[in-house]
Structure formats: C-alpha cells, structure tokens
C-alpha cells in the first residue's frame, strides 16, 4: 500500500479515523482482518447566517449502529456534483441515509405547506441526487425518517405533508414535550420487518408530522401505525435492497430489537457483495 502523506493523513484523522479503513479495503491489503463492508452516511448541514461557522454533523447512533453490526461508516459531506458523488459510490457498498428536517414539497410539484420546516437547500439538493445515482446503480439503501421519504418520493410515491390535517383521525406522531413518544407498530406478514420484530408487541419512537401516502412502484408498506400512517416501505424489486422506516432505530428512545434492522441492512449488502464476516454479534440490550 503506498505510504500516505501528511496532508492526507490531516485529512484522514479529521474524518473520525474512518478513511484509513476506507483505503485499507479498496487497496486489498487485508492483515487487518477479513475485509468489511463500507456504508456511506449523509450529514446534516447547518448554515448559519450569525457570523459562525456552518457546519455539518451525523448524530452518533448512526454510524454506532453501523460499526456495531460490522460496518464502516464513511461519512459524505454534500457533494455539489453528481461526478463527485459516482466517484465515491465506485467505492461504497450501501448507503444509510439519515433523518432530518422536512423535504421541500415545491421539488414534487406540491404547494408549500406552513407547517413544513425545510431541509437546507444544500443538504436535499445533495440527497436527491444521491439516491438518484444509488437507485440506477441498485446498491442497498436504508434511509430512516425524511431519509425514508426521499425513498419514496424519488421512486414515484407521495407523501402527506402533515398529519393532523391531512389524516384528522390519526394518533399522535409527534410530542414536543415528550422526545421519547412511542405508538404501537403491525407488520406485514413476511416481510423483512416481521423477520426483525416477529410476534412481539411493538412499539415504536415517533417524532414526525410528515408521512407517506401512496407507496412507490415497486415498493410495499410493510410497517403501519394502528392508526394506518405508514412506518416502514420495503423494495419488492429481486436486484434491489431497499428499506426505510419512519421511525428512528438509531435513536436513544429506540430498543435493542430496533437494532436488528441495521443487522439486516448491513447483512443484506454483504450479502451481494459477497462478504463473510466471522463471529458478527449485535449488542444485547444492556450493553447497547
């Protein structure tokens, strides 16, 4: 492997010790273990207007989760070109896509509702051009939250723009005085979510306005609320693994059998890319 300099090493340690890995993998020098997978992770962007720094930043249960079911997350700032971002999926085998603020309706042809707190336009600009090069390139996706309803808006499904109004009889799915509000969750019979929560009683963490209306083509709802707001959508597509969840799995209010979804993403992506990771062991509820 060809020595690094120092100005790459600069850069390496500022990216949380990740890159290392991320070279080590694509130069197939493997004395330090069996190869793993490596995950692209989106970023929040801040841009602040009070002269201070802008700034971007993923939430730790992300890439914890990731690293935690035998992953290497690489963290992607928001390319400003779609050549830059092929270059990088060249190098990744999956993505998760992180929540966030709210998606800008007016991208979809929809009129701007009052209620929606818009995603800065950097940060969705970069989204929507990413899981438009992953989806053409079918690599395994996971997106949670506004991550999940890019999914489906980018695949030709539609969203509701706010709970209360559009479903009047819906429960609760968002407590701004509670961050660890929780509904009950059912599964579709089959799917990879009742693979992951089984029979059990499910209850989940809820922090939304927004939700999906009609599911994408080639997409089926396989989590709902009791109420019928929508939790999850899988990919039915043979050459594509594709999942999202309106819920967060990465959150501090999630559960350790939240965690077994990222097990399933990073297994499925190791999966097609033919990795074999020895003695992979999630964390058990206390440990995590």
Not at 119 to 126: I, L, S, V
Not at 190 to 210: P, Q
Not at 212 to 227: E, I, K, N, S, W
Request: aromatic content about 8%; proline content about 8%; some cysteine.
């Amino acid at each position: 492997m060809t020595p690094l300099t120092k100005p790459d090493k600069a850069f390496f340690v500022s990216t949380y010790r990740i890159v290392p890995y991320f070279a080590l993998a694509l130069s197939g020098d493997n004395d330090m273990g069996p190869r793993k997978p490596l995950i692209g992770i989106n970023a929040e962007y801040f841009l602040n207007s009070r002269n201070k720094s802008t700034y971007s930043y993923v939430p730790t249960g992300y890439y914890d989760s990731l690293m935690k079911t035998g992953a290497i997350p690489v963290i992607m700032p928001p390319y400003a070109g779609e050549n830059d971002i092929e270059q990088v999926l060249d190098m990744l085998d999956g993505v998760l896509m992180i929540g966030g603020a709210d998606l800008d309706p007016q991208r979809d042809g929809y009129m701007l509702h009052p209620c929606i707190k818009r995603m800065e336009e950097r940060r969705e600009t970069f989204d929507r051009l990413l899981i438009r090069s992953l989806a053409r390139r079918k690599l395994p996706f996971f997106g949670i939250g506004a991550g999940m309803q890019l999914l489906n808006v980018s695949q030709g499904g539609t969203l509701f723009l706010h709970i209360p109004e559009d479903l009047p009889n819906a429960l609760p799915h968002r407590d701004t005085m509670d961050p660890n509000h929780r509904h009950a969750l059912e599964v579709t019979p089959g799917s990879l979510m009742e693979k992951v929560y089984g029979e059990n009683e499910i209850r989940v963490n809820s922090i939304h306005h927004m939700a999906v209306d009609d599911v994408a083509p080639g997409f089926l709802r396989t989590a709902r609320c009791p109420d019928g707001v929508t939790e999850a959508i899988e990919s039915i597509q043979d050459d594509w693994f594709a999942i999202g969840t309106q819920f967060h799995p990465e959150a501090p209010s999630a559960t350790a059998m939240d965690m077994r979804l990222f097990h399933e993403f990073v297994q499925a992506v190791n999966n097609r890319c033919g990795i074999v990771i020895p003695e992979l062991q999630l964390l058990d509820a206390e440990a995590w």
